[in-house]
């Protein structure tokens, strides 16, 4: 039996029982006959978290009396999900609770569902930060997030007529019950305005930024739960306000409509998450958002550094170590530049010293498209003083680039932070590499990538620099909580401790070859996918059958990440049954979730096409029976954790080379779907791990894709040498899925043949349809595929997020965990 460590005594049943029904009554002002599933939901949140406040505090007591060294995850996005369910199992309360609310008539799964995604990310990355903070708390890590507290997250997704359309999404309509306001905390943030230069009476010039105006940072709290609840770290997210000192005076002349306004600007800046995702959209305000939250952080972290270190920088970066989850925070190098010379007035060698062993940088994109650069102009304006720091920065580097280059005007090209141009840029990669003290790569062959492609002079100067951390996903919620059946299954053959050591798992393969387990995970396998149809049903009216294959790709639409190869895959598997009604394929339900970035054309016309394919084949008797296709709306971390555990065969199909890491491709297998992937991103080192006779592996390698790309890649070569896949293309012209409507789908042909195919969708089909085609003969010998999904769960040790958080702590933050009492 698991305790709780944060409180002097572990809740009992009663305790709970009698704590809920307290907050019905006097939070909520409710009682147990009127109240609602919101308010039973509420009053439970409300009743653990007086314990998660206790394990806060004694968290912070400790951090402080051991003054300890502290990372500081710095991350435009955290796409935490839901906490409730999370919170309880790593509290140890998820049981009791369940049983505490059972004794009052109330159903934990049902009330659960109350909860709205925290969907304050757009994929990935942020949900990368999300499992991070968890492992960094589990491992009693001294680590605070820092972000945004967006008001609107990632918009909700609805499909009407086959095509996305965007709803504003807002997760605190009914109030936050996880949520902690600081305004003891908040930050004032200057911006605009223009820079003076002060030349003083003992020679030394100096800088003063006059800001043209001021806002506000108000600090949100979200307690971060470790998984046996004894540290409880934070997730600081920022709210941009008005600043007071900035509107009375128009206020006092007169000018209330106009005060109104200032506020509105200010409040801007919180009040939406961009849903870019892998593209650079240069907006002005997204640069705000970053100084803003970048800036606010800062200051919180210099504040809490000086009550203990007073105005002796000499231990900052012993102290402090800042993580930048991509280039999106990596304005907080110059800003912290400033404060060490304008404010501190350090000198300049001395305050680079500093700055240049506090941050590291991840890198989680190669794609150039997604690389952040911006108008210089538009830093001038938002930034005056930054852009002067950022030039005097690539002033003294070009001078080391010389060094070691003498004379090579294209490599200091290549490598200073300020692109020339029509338009000069401020390139925030080579900034982040420049002023961080490690840069790392997030799976080996993107590290490697890293390396090789993007920064191989920055590589040559610093060859310790760059580095790999392989990604990892946090075992608690992607196993424990989201499959408890598979988790029950697993506690009875190797005991309950894997959550915190999953290479335990490895004890599951010495049951791989067993009928009796391969049975009993198997069946868990049909129950999962038995509550995931009547889900399907609920949301989308279509029935699908538990005992076809389940076969998931559940990502950002991109085409990278090649929807559309697999919808090819899908029509042509649909041709073949409509010529050959005999063709042998076990039955099979392809079901996709994927949110569009709302500019992007073609990934929605690639939603569209996906929906029209499933009507069709949907409604189509002769193949009905052994097609489905479901694309379920507003993909998101909730929706996730019910498709996971119901999946046979997990998607992973972007060309090589583009997927730096990918992390859904973790969660799958470890949930026992079989990998069908490409060699690019992690998909290599799971194989590693599982072994190539426990995956489908296709398709091009990352050299091959170079060799392709340098002899001239031509679509046109295999469209006109393979029937099959020129009639599914010529599909998409006609208006057989669009009655009516012939050319609706075009654009996707035209993309794979004029628009010349980028990411070789075509060459890759032929293999991919191999593939496809022995995953299906594999599935239908069923102790076969049960041996294989059990060693997928097995040796999934290597990716939980535990392990990759170890990987940073040595290798990068060099931190020391701090026992909490
Ligand atoms: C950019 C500009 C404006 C607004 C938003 C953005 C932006 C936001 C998120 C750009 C990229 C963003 O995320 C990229 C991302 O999620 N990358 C993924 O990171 C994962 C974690 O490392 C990897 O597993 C994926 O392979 C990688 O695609």
Redesign the pocket.
Known sequence: KKTVGSSSTPLNKAELKAAIVKHLHCSLGTDENKANNHAWWKATCASVQEHVLEGLRKTQKSHYLNDTRAVHYFS??FLMGRLTSNNLHNLGLFEQTEKALNELGVNLTDIMEEEQDMALG?????R?AACFIDSLATLDLPAVGYGLHYEHGLFRQEIKNGEQIERPDSWRDYGNPWEICRPESIQDIPLFGYVETKYGENGRVSKEWHPGHIVKGLPWDIPVVGYGGKTVNVLRLWQSQASDYFNWDVFNAGGYVDAQKENVQAETISKVL?P??????GKEL?LIQQYFFSACSLKDIIRRYKRAHGDDWSRFSEQVVIQLN?T?PAVAIPELMRILIDRAELDWDYAWSICSKTFAYTN??LLPE?L?KWPARMFEKILPRHLEIIYEINHRFMDQVEAVWPGNNAIKQKLSIIEEGAEKMVRMGNLSVIGSFAVNG?AEIHSALVKKDLFPEFNHMWPDKLTNVT?GITPRRWLKACNPALSQLIDGKIGNDWPLHLHKLQGLAEFADDAKFQKQFMKIKHDNKTQLAKEVFTLTGVEIDPNAIFDVQIKRLHEYKRQHLNLLHIMALYRRLLENPQYDIHPRVFLFGAKAAPGYKLAKDIIYAINKVAEKINNDPRVNHKLKVVFLPNYRVSLAEKMIPAADISEQISTAGK?????GNMKLSLNGALTVGTLD?ANIEIAEEVGDENIFIFGLTVDEVETLDRKGYNPFDYYDNNRELKAVLDWLDSDYFTPGKPGALSSLKRSMLEGGDPYKVLADFVSYSDAQALADKAYKDSAKWAKMAILNTARMGKFTSDRSIKDYVERIWKLVPCEVE
């Open positions: 435009a996005e757009n994929g990935g990355l942020g990368l961009y870019n995702d892998e593209t650079e959209a997204r991509d999106h989680h994109t997604a952040e997030v990604n997927e730096a890491s990918g992390t991103g």
